[in-house]
């Protein structure tokens, strides 16, 4: 581990910090992950170039800066205007990892003859969208796929809200919402559309979650657009017995992907 600290002037420290801007990801292939879980998961993938870490934070994580360094990835020790500066929140860890991007292609995913998909359309907001690929990992499905004019998944609130699930599991972004559709449909994929008035019910909908299915879930203000609901092999509700208007679409995306978990399991 380098014994040298490094302040928020230094040319590396200057040009990570330019990736909380969406531009300069795009431009470099690069994102920065911040937080114990998320540089654990970063390093065990080994998608880590530079891990950034405080003395505080050496003293806290030591077996993981340790074993970054161990592994070969550089390790730097960086002021503590240096940490503030990498991290984007109110009381920074004060452990970074410079990372290289982890979406794949759609087709690489649809090779892989998927069971269980999430496909958020045109999800705005960060926390919500980190949240969606946390819950895909925990029930083991096969991808996140981000289609329309989605997030980036390597916004540092994507990124936390993750806790590390963003190198678990495979996200692919996809821009052409109907691209992405037909690419579905040509794999054989039954695509489960959800909405307020679908046809059918989550609790009749067992035989249908037996099967490879991706699941559409629509932007946070304004749900699905009806055109491509409509093009969805089904269209499914979620009941709800109480008196809540609806559910947010993290909420949503949970009970969705939990309900094709049991399925899928259970038939294992």
């Known amino acids: 581990m380098s014994a040298d600290v490094i302040d928020w002037r230094n040319p590396r420290v200057v040009s990570a910090v330019k990736l909380h801007r ?18 654990a998961s970063a390093l065990d993938t080994g998608r880590v170039e530079e891990l950034f870490y405080s003395v505080k934070a050496a003293g806290r994580e030591h077996e993981l800066v340790a074993g970054a360094a161990a592994s070969g990835v550089r390790t730097t020790l960086v002021s503590d205007r240096a940490a503030e500066m990498l991290g984007e929140t109110v009381t920074p860890p004060g452990l970074v990892a410079l990372c290289r991007q982890v979406d794949v292609p759609l087709t690489s995913i649809l090779d892989t003859a998927p069971r269980m998909l999430a496909v958020p359309v045109e999800i705005a907001d960060p926390g ?3 949240t ?3 819950v895909a990992d925990a029930v083991g ?14 916004n540092g609130k994507c990124v936390r809200a993750c806790a590390g699930s963003l190198f678990h ?46 699941w559409l879930f629509g932007n946070e203000a304004h749900g699905l657009d009806p055109a491509i609901a409509r093009r969805a092999t089904h269209r499914v509700r979620i009941p709800i017995h109480g ?12 009970i969705c992907l939990y309900a094709s978990s049991r399925v899928q399991h259970a038939s294992r």
């Open 128 to 130: 919500n969208a980190g």
């Open 22 to 39: 969406g531009a300069h990801r795009r431009k470099t292939g690069l994102f920065l992950a911040e937080g114990a879980n998320s540089v």
């Open 169 to 214: 599991v495979p996200v692919a972004r996809s821009r052409d919402i109907d691209t992405t559709l037909s690419a579905l449909e040509e794999a054989g994929i039954a695509i489960l559309a959800t909405t307020a008035r679908g046809e059918v019910d989550l609790d009749d909908a067992d035989e249908i979650l037996s099967g490879p299915v991706a």
């Open 132 to 134: 969606l690929i946390r």
């Open 243 to 254: 008196r809540a208007e609806s559910l947010n679409l993290a909420a949503a995306a949970a």
């Open 141 to 154: 499905a096969n991808g996140v796929v981000l289609t329309g004019d989605s997030v980036d998944p390597h």
